[in-house]
């Protein structure tokens, strides 16, 4: 390199032309640099993520996730102008480059209303919003979406009583909703429809939180279809009874082994003799009337009112993850109780899983209806509110049944209780499995500066002055010389 520029005249550094002349190559290819490195970017998300959080790196759960897929999945990035998530997109960059089946397109439903039909019939009740994304797989037809309110992770703070934000979590619900719409066969429930079951908001809570932990939801008409013994079936608050053909279909689905998830609510009808006959074949009677707790056990309920049941777990199989992971909070407003078999056999085993302090039924059907007192006749005690009952035919089925469905529909319970965990925790015994759930940590809200957290920005300000600095001494050597 010296040998070549001593060849060099120094009238021709001196020359204005030839000077413009290697500036203008040197910009070039400093540009061609630049640009290169950007494709390489975009191609293998190389560049660091010196944000405090870490909030755009990866893990491993996402990167192994990731890998395994094989359809192309589309992610519309739907946001108003100028409002799209920097911190979102540069994760979702990193998407693309660690798969290329997976792409992603900035969209805006001003000028593309097409978006708001072009999912019909994949994402239930959830609509298309102006500030959302929707994640979609057009070889196996399935869409999710996702909005702001996925993001945030929240913690009980004891000091308050209430669940407050602690972090944010973009990778989880992103990755999961991914491989939900790429999966070969996804958990499904069937949902009984035709007898008045939960319906508007209540059915749209419910649903949506299902759908959110990745099942996919199917209704369920037994007038004209026999349900599928590998997938629950869900019925929720039904007001009107069976007929005889729907019971032997969901009597011969039992004996194949199908299992149930079952919601009753107080004021739900009592003279549904075929779907009491149901019930009666896992060993169980719903009562008439009203829990309520005994305004002297405090801790029974919540607030100063005693029909806001805050119950216990019994300890087996099925509560034992969430009593050993303290996930123990849960409120049952306006329950109902369920009346277990006194003698068992070992074709029918009933399981508490949740049970009331000491307090009354409120059997209004039978005495004052307008009096939430206890009256002459009301049963008193500590009452069984859910159960798990196993019984055994010709294969073994499972139902569990819980007399309350408010603290699954209740966006407010299920915010600042467990009644989610235990709602999955349910459905996993009966399904044997989990759908899509990933273990990705969330990102902290906020980090006390380090000096590890600051190394990244160390580099980024260094790096250009010292090479600054070392163009002045040798443009200042160089004229010394000349």
């Known amino acids: 390199m010296k040998a070549f520029l001593s060849r060099i005249p120094a009238a ?36 660091t993520d010196f944000s405090f959080n870490g909030a755009t790196t990866q893990s491993a759960a996402t990167r192994e996730a990731l890998s395994g897929i094989g359809r192309d999945v589309h992610i519309y990035i739907i946001s108003s102008a100028g409002k ?62 996702i909005t702001q309110d996925d993001f945030p992770v929240f913690d009980y703070e004891t000091e308050s009583g209430f669940y407050m934000v602690s972090g944010i979590n973009y990778e989880k619900p992103l990755t999961e909703a991914i491989v939900y719409v790429a999966q070969d066969e996804p958990v499904t429930l069937q949902l009984l429809r035709g007898h008045q079951e939960l319906s508007g908001d209540a059915l749209e809570e419910i649903s949506g939180f299902l759908t959110g932990a990745n099942y996919c939801l199917k209704s369920l008409d037994l007038s004209s279809e026999e349900p599928d013994p590998a997938f629950p079936v869900l019925i929720l608050c039904p007001q009107w ?20 998830l079952i919601l009753s609510d107080y004021a739900d009808p009592a003279d549904l003799p075929n779907y009491s006959a149901l019930l009666l074949d896992y060993g169980v009677r719903l009562l008439p009337g009203l829990v309520m707790a005994d305004t002297e056990e405090t801790d029974a309920y919540y607030d100063e009112f005693p029909a806001y049941l805050t119950p216990r777990y019994a300890q087996n199989t099925l509560t034992e993850p969430l009593l050993s992971g303290g996930k123990t909070r849960l409120l049952m407003p306006g329950s109902r109780a369920l009346q277990l078999p006194e003698i068992t056999h070992s074709a029918l085993r009933v399981e508490p899983l949740v049970y009331s302090g000491r307090g009354y039924v409120r059997d209004y059907t039978a005495s004052a ?22 019984r055994v035919k010709t294969n073994v089925s499972r139902a569990v049944i819980i007399g309350n469905s408010l603290m699954f529909t209740d966006v407010w319970i299920r915010n600042n209780t467990h009644s989610e965990d235990f709602l999955l925790r349910c459905l996993e015994t009966l399904q044997g499995s989990l759908p899509v759930s990933l273990s990705i940590p969330a990102k902290p809200l906020r980090e006390g500066l380090s000096l590890s957290s600051l190394t990244g920005a160390w580099i980024l300000a260094f790096v250009p002055a010292a090479l600054t600095l070392a163009a002045a001494l040798v443009v200042l050597l160089r004229r010394k010389k000349l």
């Open 84 to 145: 799209a998530d920097s911190t979102l997109l540069s994760l979702l960059n990193r998407y693309t480059a660690l798969n290329a089946h997976i792409t992603c397109s900035e969209e805006s439903l001003a000028s593309n209303p097409t978006l708001l039909t072009r999912f019909e019939g994949m994402l239930g009740s959830d609509p298309v919003t102006a500030d959302c994304l929707i994640v979609h797989c057009a070889e196996t037809g399935r869409a999710r979406r």
């Open 241 to 260: 009874d069976l007929t005889e053909k729907e019971l032997s279909r969901l009597t011969a689905f039992a004996d194949a082994g199908g299992d149930f």
């Open 369 to 390: 209806p307008d009096s939430a007192e206890k009256q002459e006749g009301d049963p008193s005690g500590y009452f069984t509110l859910a159960v798990l009952s196993t």
């Open 12 to 47: 021709k550094l001196r020359s204005g032309a030839f000077a413009a002349l290697l500036t203008v190559l040197v910009l070039l290819a400093l540009i061609l640099l630049c640009a290169a490195g950007d494709a390489a970017e975009k191609k293998y998300a190389l560049q």
